[in-house]
């Protein structure tokens, strides 16, 4: 038979209010244990990420650019004179001597003006011999009439002496001597009159054939320069090198200071580079370069900075100190980087996807094994191509993302599988 037990229904109800209040007294407690766990970090694929550790010791600060090998000399050859183009003697790639005609123009009028000065010329020199015939004959005729008037002089020079002496002995009258007298002094005068008409007229025949060869060497001088616009009509290259580019075609309308070509010397480059306005600051005149050619590295300096800064980049120009290297040709795209600086003792790490210089930024420091990443702020100094200066926020051996993490900005703790 059942014994009944005493006190069991108030056991019950102690135990269950118990347990009511340990679950009460429980829930704020886990509550406030969840609200300090950290939120579980995503993850990451370890093997995706690039990273690099953080070394101490000595860094080259360098810039690079992208940019072309140009010719150090080269020839741009206008048209001298208006004119068609009649043939294209050679094309783009030939070799050429400073005298090699590589196109020829036509222009008919020029050469019927540089005949007609030919003709011109030609008779202003014939002129030039007529005249001086006419003034040789002209210088005959005075001799000869200063040689009449000399013999008359002469003769009544002695007229007058005979009269005079005649008169002494009474045997002449005196109006016939003082008539001889008269007649010899005009005769001496009419011949001094002469003498001084033959000189002048030797200086004025000189001053004639100059007058006329001052014209002809104006007519020749204007052939000269025609002739040489004919000639110019036949383009030659001007130095020896390679024919780089034909600006013009066969029948062609071209103006006087129209580009018909280019001549370059192919063994005579350099390389002109853009660098970004930002990192030119530091680039000086004579600093150490290299080019790369992607067919071999060529030492270099640089030689010229533009002072201008186009689309946000600066044209620096390097002078090519080594051979060249086989492909190597004119408008061949090359990376050229030039040394800034070489720094002795710094806290340095391979550059970040970002990173501006003396700025701070964000980095995920891997975690020693390498099972988590966490963001940590990091203040970076200099920057070269491949590496930056380390003022803060890592020391010698961290090992940090440098991988672009954008898609990860809203966390700071990274799982890496």
Same mark, same amino acid.
């Given at each position: ?164 002496? %005649? ?156 051979? %060249? ?93």
């Amino acid at each position: 038979m059942d014994v009944p037990r005493e006190g069991a229904k108030r056991k019950k109800i102690i135990r269950r209010a118990i347990i009511v209040t340990v679950i009460v007294a429980a829930i704020p407690l886990i509550t406030y244990g969840l609200s300090r766990l950290k939120p579980a970090a995503p993850s990451v694929e370890g093997g995706t990420l690039w990273t690099d550790t953080v070394k101490r010791g000595p860094m080259i600060r360098q810039v690079r650019g992208l940019g072309t090998l140009v010719p150090e000399d080269t020839l741009l050859i206008p048209a001298i004179n208006e004119g068609r183009v009649q043939k294209i003697v050679l094309r783009p790639g030939a070799l050429v001597k400073a005298d090699t005609v590589i196109l020829v123009l036509a222009n008919p009028e020029l050469e019927l003006a540089a005949e007609d000065l030919k003709w011109q010329v030609k008779a202003a020199e014939a002129t030039m011999r007529d005249l001086e015939v006419k003034l040789e004959t002209a210088k005959l005729d005075l001799r000869s009439a200063v040689a009449r008037v000399e013999s008359e002089f002469v003769q009544a020079k002695l007229k007058a002496e005979r009269d005079d002496a %005649l008169g002494k002995e009474g045997l002449t009258p005196d109006l016939t001597i003082r008539l001889s007298r008269a007649a010899a002094d005009e005769a001496g005068k009419r011949f001094d009159i002469d003498k001084k008409r033959l000189e002048i007229s030797g200086a004025s025949a000189e001053a004639q054939i100059a007058a006329q060869q001052v014209n002809i060497e104006k007519l020749r001088a204007a052939y000269v320069l025609k002739k040489q616009q004919v000639d110019g009509l036949r383009v030659v290259a001007g130095f020896p090198g390679v024919l780089q580019q034909m600006a013009v075609e066969e029948g062609q309308r071209v103006a006087p200071g129209t580009i018909l070509a280019k001549v370059v010397q192919p063994t005579h480059l350099k390389a002109e580079i853009k660098i970004p306005e930002t990192q030119a600051k530091d680039i000086t005149i004579g600093q150490l370069a290299q080019v790369d050619t992607h067919n071999g590295v060529i030492q270099a300096k640089v030689s010229r900075i533009d002072p201008a800064a186009i689309n946000g980049n600066v044209t620096v120009d390097l002078r090519l100190e080594g051979d %060249l290297p086989l492909g190597a040709r004119p408008d061949l795209s090359v990376d050229g980087t030039v040394e800034l600086e070489r720094l002795s003792d710094v806290l340095y790490v391979m550059r970040p996807v970002f990173g501006q210089p003396n700025s701070v930024i964000g980095l995920f420091k891997v975690t020693p094994d390498g099972k988590e990443a966490s963001r940590v702020q990091v203040r970076i100094g200099r920057v070269s191509v491949q590496t930056v200066e380390v003022l803060d926020g890592l020391k010698v051996g961290d090992r940090v993302v440098l991988s672009d993490m954008a898609a990860w900005d809203g966390h700071d703790r990274l799982r890496l599988n």
